[in-house]
């Protein structure tokens, strides 16, 4: 038996010798040589982000939809995202963010038209510049241009209410190239209930979501749970027979209250399914100090405007306005974010947390460090300086994400 274990462990290291580089402590660099480390790993993985409402920021903007866009295929003076700064980051493929308002799901129809139109426009951004962007409809879809050295625009639409009344439209949408559906966003919907909402209209998924997300499944579209009511959430995870997304949400332990985020049972049932959590950077879903802070800077400035019988839209306030807030927000630091994946690591492991950043959608409230993609190394040398690993940080990035992508394909390739 002795002889046999020492055979065991020589065995080892010649394996060891001839496959292992030798371990990196990162812990032990100086913060500089830890940073570019980071870079590197940035630009060598695959990284995906859950979330990125650069549709909705073209819309907001005045694009026409399918026949304008904003080109981002250079610095754009404003916004979280563009080509050259997600090169500068290592971003390769943000799920382009379909969205769809509430106000929408008044008007019969609204919402599948404006979800046609935002998949169009995103399309158009690929078919303008063929030599930077890319559509990307599967993980290999993303392999495949980061081989190239293309941006993915994979897409998701943020808001079921672009289903309409009508479950065939999950399958038109899966045509379309949607690869996840956020079941509500602020208001419940004909699917089911929002963590914004308080009306409670189902008390969780509706009769009409429990066959939305079964058809999901068939079809292989991502459940994605950011935006659910906590009894939402627990339904769509008893009903989904593969594992779910929750594609920009961070945890309620650092926002007590904030329903938006998820609370540690709802971490341990979502990795008991299998399901990552992507979390999100905005400052009031990663610190509650911030949302306190930011509503008091946002009291003064309306008090100023109302002493200096100033208007929203002058010049004069605009300009005091911008200096003040920068002054005053009580921005959240990287650090922050970093806090967030320690704790779902700490909670369930490392295979069920991923990046989310809700880039483009969540105005000048980003954290000191993260402001916008060109500095996701700035998170992974903080998470190197904790003594996570190349492979944590590769997990985190896409390994995380493609495993339940994959196995959502696999279900429905089996469902046909
Ligand atoms: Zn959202």
């Known amino acids: 038996m002795k002889k046999y274990l020492s055979l065991i462990a020589l065995a080892g290291m010649i394996f060891s010798c001839e496959t292992k580089s030798p371990q990196i402590d990162y812990t032990q660099l100086s913060d500089a040589k830890r940073l570019e480390i980071a870079k590197e790993i940035a630009q060598s993985t695959i990284m995906v982000d859950g979330h990125v409402d650069l549709p909705y920021r073209m819309k907001v903007g005045g694009f026409t939809l399918q026949r304008e866009i904003l080109d981002v295929s250079v610095r754009t003076p404003d916004g979280n995202f563009d080509y050259p700064r997600s090169k500068e980051g290592g971003l390769d493929a943000p799920f382009m963010s379909i969205y769809i308002p509430a106000g929408n799901q008044a008007i019969p129809g609204a919402s599948k038209a404006l979800a046609d139109s935002l998949i169009l426009m995103t399309e158009r951004l690929a078919s303008t510049f063929p030599d930077k962007f890319a559509m990307a409809y599967s993980p290999a879809d993303i392999e495949a241009n980061f081989a190239k050295g293309l941006i993915s625009l994979p897409m998701g639409m943020e808001n079921g209410a672009g289903i309409e009344d009508d479950l065939a439209n999950v399958e038109y949408f899966h045509k379309r190239g949607i690869r996840y559906i956020t079941l509500t966003h602020g208001k419940d919907n004909l699917i089911g209930d ?19 997300v079964a058809e999901m499944n068939r079809v292989g579209i991502m459940v ?3 935006h659910v009511s906590d009894y939402t959430f627990r339904d769509a995870l008893a009903i989904t027979q593969v594992p779910v997304i929750a594609s920009h949400s961070s945890v309620r332990k650092f926002t007590p209250g904030f329903e938006r985020n998820m609370s540690d049972e709802l971490i341990q049932a979502m990795a008991k399914n299998g399901g990552v959590m992507m979390i999100n950077f905005g400052g009031s879903f990663i610190d509650s100090a911030y949302a306190a802070g930011s509503a008091k800077v946002r009291e003064h400035l309306v008090n100023y405007m109302a002493e200096n019988n100033l208007s929203r839209s002058d010049s004069a306030f605009r300009a005091y306005a911008e200096a003040y807030a920068a002054a005053n927000n009580p921005f959240p630091t990287v650090q922050r974010v970093a806090d967030h994946i320690d704790h779902v690591r700490n909670l369930v492991g490392i295979d069920y947390v991923g990046l989310g950043s809700d880039f483009d959608g969540v105005g000048d409230s980003l954290p000191t460090g993260l402001k916008d993609v060109s500095m996701f190394p700035n998170l992974i040398a903080e998470l190197l300086k904790r003594g996570y690993s190349k492979e944590d940080i590769e997990k985190i990035c896409y390994k995380n994400i493609f495993r339940v992508w994959k196995a959502v394909e696999e279900y429905a390739a089996n469902s046909k």
């Open 194 to 212: 929002a963590s914004y909402d308080t009306t409670g209209t189902h008390g969780g998924l509706s009769e009409f979501g429990e066959k939305v």
């Open 224 to 226: 994605d749970l950011s």
